[in-house]
């Protein structure tokens, strides 16, 4: 874990080694304070030298202003590289995280994600900065501090030092119970989040069917799970600090004790005593530092583990060597494909259909016959395990998921805006897009008029999820998407469902313009929409019941003509 942690600091080892050289300076800055005060009670005022004093008193002068500027250094620069190490972090984590099948996505909640990313980014950056600079500075001060008072005296170093490994031993058995416990606030402040962000999106639902008392319910009683977790970390952690601390004070009163016995039997001078009260105070600074290392890598590691857990997470695959899909006719061959969710529920079973290019294939059936699952696996969002997809006689698992996805376009029933402008989402599309290409698009998506309409035109704000459209609006805009992308391939998925009767006529007409010399999968409930497709194909829990054209399937009297009586 460390070792990965460590490979973050590769890209600014350069700003990270100088942050690290102005630590260890300061730190010898630090010891050079009690060394003149030693020479200053025992040689300067017995001696009268003022000449002396005045120099002392230039040199540390001169040193105070040294570490003001070394300290500014490692205050800015320090923080300034973990702030581009959580930025790294941050990014790869989010590229990461596009990779990952939609299956990561159903089975973890947004918050959750969200508070992985922001939450412990931020405490793993506090580590990257404090963490080894703070140990750099301990150490040094340590090492330097033992080695100078062993040349004052071996005897009372020896006692001093004797008591180090008890308080180590107490640092490290507590150690554990305070990773243990604030890997447990980070779930459950990522539990909050997901609840706050679920409540918070679905405010309009609440209001609508009045049930605030419900839904604080639920949000307090995530929110005390979080407290009560938080409380029992503190305890620990409490536990831990005042156990520290009284072990560090007991260390104080040995060496104030013996050291003044040692001056009172002349074994030591009255400037070694004093040097020795400060190297000791000094010796305790960095134990404090140590102390507050501890944790603040609790804090920092039990965030990176977390972020690693999503690095770790299986991306979705690709084989070693992608073939680029390209000038696609649109010929889709699908052969013996089985199909089933992680509860084991099987959505489709050895199901084989064959699309020609430019011909409109119509979907239609009961809800759960695997219509929309058959569209999802086409794209790749949900990978089989049986059988074979072809686009063009190659098979979709051996082809780069970037150019299958290029060459497909999708509206869905479930339309998703970004937050930002009508032409941000509409230049999804195809970017870099032109005015007039997004306008001609928005045209045949017959928003164009709509649009123009708005103070903003199509730099309008539309709101989280384009809260300020209605339905309607909003799949107007995805359907102006494709028309913007333009792709070989085209799945829509209910994609005139939120539209009124007239408009859905107007796009049913743009769309058909669209669908010449090109591939569609369309699945549809309203089935006068899908009456000129070249096929229908009715699948139900036993696959494919019946297929043909719409005449040819009310003849025949069978599930299909049902549903259109209904």
Same mark, same amino acid.
Request: charged residues 25%.
């Given at each position: ?49 003022? %000449? ?21 250094? $490692? ?40 508070? %992985?990313?922001?939450?412990?980014? $931020? ?51 507590? %150690? ?26 679905? $405010? ?77 105070? $000094? ?197 102006? %998407? ?85």
């Amino acid at each position: 874990m460390l070792k990965e942690f460590i490979k973050y600091y590769k890209p600014y080892k350069k700003l990270f080694a100088l942050d690290l050289l102005a630590a260890f300076t300061v730190a010898l800055c630090d010891l050079v304070y009690p060394m003149i005060t030693r020479n200053i009670m025992d040689d300067v005022v017995p001696n009268k030298d003022t %000449r002396m004093l005045l120099v002392f008193a230039v040199t540390l002068l001169v040193i105070f202003i040294l570490k003001a500027g070394l300290n500014y250094f $490692m205050q800015y620069w320090g923080h300034v590289v973990g702030v581009r190490m959580q930025a790294d972090m941050r990014s790869y984590v989010f590229t990461h995280l596009q990779k990952l099948p939609n299956s990561y996505f159903n089975d973890n909640k947004s918050g959750v994600i969200m508070s %992985r990313i922001i939450n412990d980014l $931020m405490e793993v950056s506090e580590l990257a900065h404090h963490g080894p600079e703070d140990l750099f500075i301990s150490l040094v001060m340590l090492v330097g501090a033992f080695f100078i008072l062993i040349g004052i005296n071996v005897e009372l170093t020896l006692i001093v030092f004797a008591i180090l490994p008890i308080i180590l031993l107490y640092a490290i058995t507590q %150690r554990k119970r305070m990773n243990k416990a604030f890997k447990e606030t980070r779930v459950r402040t990522g539990d909050v989040n997901a609840t706050l962000e679920n409540s918070i999106a679905g $405010m309009k639902v609440t209001k609508s069917f009045c049930t605030q008392k419900e839904e604080l319910e639920k949000f307090n009683e995530s929110n005390n799970i979080f407290k009560h977790a938080r409380e029992s970390a503190y305890k620990v952690m409490a536990e831990y600090f005042s156990g520290m601390f009284l072990l560090i004070d007991i260390l104080e009163l040995v060496v104030l004790i013996i050291a003044g016995y040692f001056t009172y039997m002349n074994r030591i001078t009255l400037g070694d005593f004093a040097a020795y009260l400060l190297y000791v105070k $000094m010796f305790i600074q960095p134990i404090r530092k140590l102390i507050n290392f501890t944790e603040q890598y609790q804090n920092g590691m039990t965030g990176f583990e977390r972020f690693i857990e999503i690095i770790n997470e299986e991306t979705e695959k690709e084989c070693e060597n992608p073939i680029e899909l390209k000038n696609v006719e649109g010929n889709i061959e699908i052969e013996n494909v089985s199909f089933k969710y992680e509860n084991n529920n099987e959505v489709l079973s050895n199901l084989s259909l064959s699309v020609e290019a430019g011909k409109t294939i119509a979907l239609v059936g009961p809800s759960g016959g695997g219509k929309t699952t058959l569209c999802n696996l086409i794209p790749r969002f949900f990978d089989f395990e049986e059988g074979s997809i072809k686009i063009d006689g190659i098979d979709v698992k051996d082809v780069s998921l970037d150019s299958l996805r290029k060459n497909i376009g999708v509206v869905a029933q479930d339309v998703f805006l970004f937050t930002g402008t009508i032409r941000d989402n509409i230049v999804i599309g195809k970017s870099g897009a032109s005015e007039e290409e997004i306008i001609d698009a928005c045209k045949k998506a017959k928003i164009h008029d709509f649009i123009q309409s708005l103070p903003e035109g199509y730099d309008t704000y539309i709101g989280e999820r384009g809260v300020k459209l209605s339905g309607g609006q909003k799949q107007r805009v995805s359907i102006a %998407r494709i028309f913007l992308k333009n792709p070989p391939i085209m799945i829509l998925d209910e994609a005139t469902s939120a539209l009124d009767n007239v408009t859905e006529y107007e796009i049913q007409k743009s769309l058909e313009e669209l669908s010449s010399d090109r591939t569609n999968l369309v699945v549809a409930h309203r089935l006068s929409t899908i009456k000129n497709a070249d096929e229908i194909i009715v699948l139900t829990d036993n696959g494919i019941e019946e297929r043909g054209t719409h005449d040819e399937l009310i003849k025949k009297g069978g599930v299909y003509s049902k549903l259109h009586r209904k």
